[in-house]
C-alpha cells in the first residue's frame, strides 16, 4: 500500500529555518562528554522509533537514528512520516544542530552509550508473529554492542524474547550482560483514552536482565515520565506487556458487542461508556470504534498465541477476542448495506466517502487502521469509495484498487458518509441534514442526520 503525507510532499518547508521557535523545542543537554559519539540510537524507524527521536530532540541529546532501509531514512530527512508538525520540527531542528545523523551503517552503533531497539512486528500466514526483522535488528545491535552500553529492546515481544534475541547471544561474543553491557525491557505503553496514543503519565514499565541493568535504564528513561515501573527480570516485564494489550484487546472487543446492543435498543453507546468509565473499578476508558489499528491491539497479543502449544496454555477468551476484533470491519461494511438498503439503494451501485484514515486523532499513522480494511471490503462489494482526511493527500493503493483522496468532500457525491476518525482540524459542517452518516467514533459532534454504527 502507497500512502503519501500530505505534510511531507515534497518535504516540509522552511523546516531548516524554524528560528526562535526550534530553539523552544529544546532543553540544555543534560550529559557531559563520554568516549561514546552518540547519547542514543534508535534502531528501527518507524512510528513508535521517531516518537522516540521526537521525545529525545527535546533533551538534547547526541542522537543516532538508525533504520537499514535507504527509502526511510530520506523519509524521515524530509519530513514525510506519521509525526505532527511540532514532532516532525523537532527532529529537523536536531538535524540541522547536528545532534541528530540518520545512518544505515552498522558501525555506526558501536558509537551509542544506549541503543533502543523498536523494529515493529507483524502478522504473517495465520496471524503468526514475523519474528524476522526483530531478529535482524538484534542481530546488528548485538555484533556491533561495545562495553559500557545499555540495550534495550522496546519493541513487544514473547517472554523469555530479550533473553533469547538480546542476551544470549552477547555471551557468545563475550560480553556478560550484567558486567560488560547492560540489557533492558521496556516497552512503549499506550492509552486508549487520550486522543494521542501515548500517554505520557503511564509509568515507564523497567525490566533488567539484573538490578544493575534495571536500574541503568531506569535512570535512562526516568527523565521524561512521571513515575517508573520496574519489574524482577526481563520475562515479567514482556508478560506485565502483553497482558496489557490482551486486556484491551478484550475489552475492546466487548465494548463493541455493547455498542451493537446500544444501537438495537436507541441507546448511546458514547454516555454509557462514559458513566462506566466514572467507576475506575469497572471500566478503564475503554471505547468502540470500528476495528482495531496501530501497533497493539490487532498484533501484540498474537506473542501469546502464538506460544500456547510450546508452553501447552489455552487462552479461549483471548482468541475470541482477538476473532471478534478481526471482524469488526465486516461488521460495519454489513452496515453501511443495510442503511443503503433503507434508502432503496445497492451497496454496489453506491458512492461511500470514508471521513479520517488514521488510527488515532490528529496523526498521519495508518498502520492496521480499521478505515483501510473497511474501504477494501467496500471496494470489494462493488462500491465506488473516496476518503477526506488532510493528513493524506492519496491516492491510497489497496491491493488493486486506487482510493481517491477530495479536499472538498462535497466533490465526491456520496451517497453515504462514514465517520471513521475525527481530527481536531476536521470541519464537518459541510454535511447537510440530507445526508447519511454512519457515526463509526459514536462521539462525532454537530452531524445533523448521523446512524449509529
Not at 526562535?20 to 557531559?32: F, I, N, Q, R, S
Not at 511540532?86 to 547536528?98: F, G, P, Q, S, Y
Not at 517472554?159 to 547471544?169: C, D, F, K, M
Not at 541503568?216 to 508478560?239: D, I
Amino acid at each position: 500500500m502507497t500512502v503519501r503525507n500530505i505534510l511531507g510532499i515534497p518535504g516540509l518547508p522552511g523546516i531548516a529555518g524554524t528560528g526562535a521557535l526550534a530553539h523552544k523545542l529544546v532543553l540544555e543537554h543534560p550529559h557531559g562528554d563520554n568516549k561514546f559519539e552518540y547519547d542514543l540510537a534508535v534502531v528501527g524507524l518507524g512510528p513508535v522509533g521517531l516518537r522516540t527521536l521526537q521525545k529525545h530532540c527535546i533533551y538534547k541529546d547526541r542522537m543516532l537514528g538508525f533504520d537499514v532501509s535507504e527509502s526511510r531514512l530520506a523519509e524521515v530527512a524530509s519530513g514525510s512520516t506519521s509525526l505532527t508538525l511540532l514532532e516532525n520540527k523537532r527532529i529537523a531542528h536536531a538535524m540541522d544542530t547536528h545532534l541528530l545523523k540518520l545512518s544505515a551503517n552498522q558501525a555506526q552503533l558501536s558509537k551509542a552509550a544506549v541503543v533502543i531497539i523498536c523494529v515493529p512486528t507483524e502478522l504473517i500466514e495465520n496471524d503468526a508473529p514475523d519474528y524476522l526483522p526483530l531478529r535482524h535488528a538484534c542481530n546488528l545491535v548485538v555484533n556491533a554492542a561495545s562495553p559500557g552500553q545499555l540495550i534495550v529492546l522496546t519493541t513487544t515481544t514473547y517472554a523469555g524474547g530479550t533473553r533469547e534475541l538480546i542476551v544470549e547471544p552477547l555471551r557468545k561474543r563475550s560480553l556478560e550482560p550484567g558486567i560488560d553491557i547492560q540489557v533492558a525491557f521496556s516497552p512503549e505503553r499506550a492509552d486508549t483514552v487520550l486522543p494521542h496514543p501515548i500517554n505520557i503519565h503511564a509509568p515507564r514499565l523497567v525490566g533488567g536482565y539484573t538490578n544493575l541493568c534495571r536500574e541503568a535504564a531506569v535512570k535512562f528513561f526516568g527523565r521524561g515520565v512521571v513515575k517508573v515501573q520496574r519489574t524482577n527480570g526481563l520475562e515479567a516485564a514482556e508478560m506485565t506487556k502483553l497482558f496489557e494489550t490482551a486486556y484491551r484487546a478484550v475489552n475492546t472487543a466487548l465494548a463493541n458487542e455493547f455498542a451493537q446492543a446500544c444501537s438495537a435498543h436507541d441507546i448511546s453507546i458514547a454516555e454509557v461508556l462514559d458513566s462506566a468509565n466514572l467507576n475506575p473499578d469497572d471500566a478503564l476508558g475503554f471505547t468502540a470504534g470500528s476495528g482495531t489499528g496501530g501497533y497493539e491491539l490487532p498484533f501484540d497479543p498474537h506473542h501469546l498465541l502464538s506460544q500456547s502449544e510450546t508452553y501447552d496454555v489455552e487462552f479461549p477468551v483471548l482468541e475470541a477476542a482477538m476473532a471478534s476484533n478481526k471482524r469488526r470491519p465486516s461488521l460495519v461494511v454489513e452496515r453501511c448495506a443495510r442503511v443503503l438498503a433503507d434508502l432503496g439503494k445497492e451497496l454496489s451501485a453506491s458512492k461511500v466517502l470514508v471521513i479520517g484514515l488514521s488510527n488515532h486523532t490528529d496523526t498521519a499513522d495508518l498502520f492496521g487502521s480499521p478505515a483501510l480494511a473497511v474501504m477494501d471490503l467496500l471496494l470489494r462489494s462493488g462500491a465506488d469509495v473516496g476518503f477526506h482526511d488532510h493528513h493524506f493527500a492519496g491516492p491510497i493503493i489497496l491491493g488493486e484498487f486506487h482510493v481517491s483522496g477530495y479536499p472538498n468532500p462535497r466533490d465526491f457525491g456520496a451517497d453515504l458518509i462514514f465517520v471513521h476518525t475525527v481530527h481536531t482540524r476536521l470541519d464537518l459542517s459541510w454535511i447537510s441534514n440530507l445526508d447519511t452518516v454512519i457515526d463509526g467514533t459514536y462521539r462525532a459532534k454537530g452531524l445533523l442526520n448521523s446512524v449509529s454504527l
